[in-house]
C-alpha cells in the first residue's frame, strides 16, 4: 500500500472512529487496515490512534496529521480529477427525509445514475441529527432551518406550506376562517425531534407570523402518519403542498385558512465544513440543484444530466 492510499485508509478510521467500519467502507480486509496504520505509525514515528475494545480515537498527533492528509488527499483528488477528467466513482452515501426522498429524488434517480454508472448510491432516511462523520454519510437532506454551526448548508429550494383538514372534520367541526377563530377545533400534534413537544400551528397574520396551539387528540413523529391521521378527520395539520397534493386533487383533504398560510419551509443540504467535497459529492449536490430548480416539480419528469464526459 504506497503512502497516499495509507493516508486514506487513516483517515477513514478517524472518521468512522473503527477499523472494522473503515474497512468495510473501503472494502478491504480489516487486517490490511490495522497492518496500513500500523506501518504508517511506525513511518512517522508516533502513535496515531488511540485504541480500546469499543472505541478508536486520534491522539493529538493523530488529529493533527489527520487535517493534513485531508488537505493532501483533497488536493491529490482535484487535481486527478481535472488532468484525468476522471469520471466520479465510488460509494456516495447520503440521508434523506422520507418523503423528500419518494417524491423529488427517487422518481429522477434513473437520469443520475445512468450519468454517472461509476457511482454507488446508499440513501438512508430519517429527520433525526445525523453525526455525518462518525457515521461515514456524505451529506444529509433536511427540511428546515439547520441548527448545526459544524456543517455547511446549502439551500435548495423553499416549499409552500398549507393547513388543511379532511371533508369529514370540517363536517364536524366547520371550515375555520380566521386563526383567531378556532375554538372548539383540534390538531393532530407532530412532535418535534427536538423538543418532543407537539408543533404549533404558524399563521401569516397581516405581515407578521402567528402561532397557535389546540387540543390535540392523536401526536405522531413520521410524515405518512400525520397525513393519514389528517385523512381520517383527526384534525387541522400543516404540510408542504407537494406532500398532500394527490389528496387535494381527489378532495380527501380540503386546504382552508388560505389566506393564512405558514411561511415557507426551507430545504438544505448539509455536509461536513472540514471535509473536501469528493467529485461524487459535488455532482450529486449539483444534480439536486437541478432537481428542486423545477418549482413544485408536479409533473416528475426527470430534469437534464450534465454530460460527465
Same mark, same amino acid.
Request: glycine share 6%.
Given at each position: &500500500? +504506497?503512502?497516499?492510499?495509507?493516508?486514506? /485508509?487513516f @483517515?477513514?478510521?478517524?472518521?468512522?472512529?473503527?477499523?472494522?467500519?473503515?474497512?468495510?467502507?473501503l472494502?478491504?480486509?480489516?487486517?490490511?487496515?490495522?497492518?496500513?496504520? =500500523?506501518?504508517?505509525?511506525?513511518?512517522?514515528?508516533?502513535?496515531?490512534?488511540?485504541r480500546?475494545?469499543?472505541?478508536v480515537?486520534?491522539?493529538?498527533?493523530?488529529a493533527?496529521?489527520?487535517?493534513?492528509?485531508?488537505?493532501?488527499?483533497? *488536493?491529490i483528488?482535484?487535481?486527478?480529477?481535472?488532468?484525468?477528467?476522471a469520471?466520479? =466513482?465510488?460509494?456516495?452515501?447520503?440521508?434523506?427525509?422520507? %418523503?423528500l426522498?419518494r417524491?423529488?429524488?427517487?422518481?429522477?434517480?434513473?437520469?443520475?445514475?445512468?450519468?454517472?454508472?461509476?457511482?454507488?448510491?446508499?440513501?438512508?432516511?430519517?429527520?433525526?441529527?445525523? +453525526?455525518?462523520?462518525?457515521?461515514?454519510?456524505?451529506?444529509v437532506?433536511?427540511?428546515?432551518?439547520?441548527?448545526? @454551526? *459544524? &456543517?455547511?448548508?446549502?439551500?435548495?429550494?423553499?416549499?409552500?406550506?398549507?393547513?388543511c383538514?379532511?371533508?369529514d372534520?370540517?363536517?364536524r367541526?366547520?371550515?375555520?376562517?380566521?386563526?383567531?377563530?378556532?375554538?372548539g377545533?383540534? &390538531?393532530?400534534?407532530?412532535?418535534?425531534?427536538?423538543?418532543?413537544?407537539? &408543533?404549533?400551528?404558524?399563521?401569516?397574520?397581516a405581515?407578521?407570523v402567528?402561532?397557535?396551539?389546540?387540543?390535540? %387528540?392523536?401526536? /405522531?413523529?413520521a410524515?405518512?402518519?400525520?397525513?393519514?391521521?389528517?385523512?381520517?378527520?383527526?384534525?387541522?395539520i400543516?404540510?408542504?403542498?407537494y406532500?398532500?397534493?394527490?389528496?387535494? =386533487?381527489?378532495?380527501?383533504?380540503?386546504?382552508?385558512?388560505?389566506?393564512?398560510?405558514? %411561511?415557507? %419551509?426551507?430545504?438544505?443540504?448539509?455536509?461536513?465544513?472540514?471535509?473536501?467535497? @469528493?467529485?461524487?459529492v459535488?455532482?450529486?449536490?449539483?444534480?439536486?440543484?437541478?432537481?428542486?430548480?423545477?418549482?413544485d416539480n408536479?409533473?416528475?419528469n426527470?430534469?437534464?444530466?450534465?454530460?460527465?464526459?
Amino acid at each position: &500500500m +504506497d503512502r497516499f492510499d495509507a493516508m486514506r /485508509v487513516f @483517515s477513514r478510521v478517524v472518521e468512522r472512529r473503527s477499523f472494522t467500519l473503515a474497512a468495510a467502507d473501503l472494502g478491504l480486509p480489516r487486517s490490511t487496515v490495522t497492518d496500513a496504520v =500500523k506501518q504508517l505509525e511506525a513511518r512517522l514515528g508516533v502513535r496515531l490512534l488511540q485504541r480500546t475494545t469499543r472505541h478508536v480515537s486520534p491522539t493529538l498527533d493523530g488529529a493533527a496529521y489527520h487535517q493534513r492528509c485531508l488537505a493532501i488527499l483533497s *488536493d491529490i483528488e482535484d487535481a486527478e480529477g481535472a488532468f484525468a477528467r476522471a469520471r466520479p =466513482k465510488g460509494l456516495l452515501r447520503i440521508d434523506v427525509h422520507g %418523503t423528500l426522498a419518494r417524491h423529488f429524488v427517487l422518481p429522477r434517480l434513473p437520469a443520475f445514475l445512468a450519468a454517472y454508472p461509476d457511482i454507488e448510491l446508499y440513501m438512508s432516511e430519517g429527520d433525526r441529527l445525523v +453525526d455525518l462523520i462518525r457515521e461515514g454519510i456524505d451529506c444529509v437532506l433536511r427540511v428546515g432551518e439547520p441548527q448545526d @454551526s *459544524d &456543517m455547511i448548508a446549502r439551500r435548495m429550494t423553499l416549499l409552500d406550506e398549507i393547513t388543511c383538514a379532511a371533508p369529514d372534520y370540517i363536517a364536524r367541526h366547520g371550515r375555520p376562517e380566521r386563526p383567531d377563530a378556532l375554538d372548539g377545533h383540534r &390538531m393532530i400534534g407532530f412532535r418535534s425531534s427536538t423538543t418532543g413537544a407537539p &408543533m404549533p400551528l404558524e399563521f401569516q397574520v397581516a405581515g407578521r407570523v402567528e402561532h397557535v396551539v389546540l387540543p390535540v %387528540t392523536v401526536a /405522531v413523529n413520521a410524515a405518512e402518519s400525520f397525513v393519514a391521521a389528517a385523512r381520517l378527520g383527526l384534525g387541522l395539520i400543516q404540510v408542504p403542498r407537494y406532500h398532500v397534493a394527490q389528496d387535494l =386533487k381527489a378532495g380527501t383533504l380540503i386546504e382552508v385558512l388560505e389566506s393564512f398560510r405558514p %411561511t415557507p %419551509t426551507p430545504v438544505h443540504i448539509l455536509y461536513p465544513r472540514n471535509r473536501q467535497l @469528493s467529485p461524487r459529492v459535488r455532482v450529486f449536490i449539483d444534480w439536486l440543484v437541478g432537481v428542486f430548480a423545477e418549482g413544485d416539480n408536479r409533473d416528475l419528469n426527470p430534469p437534464e444530466v450534465p454530460d460527465p464526459r
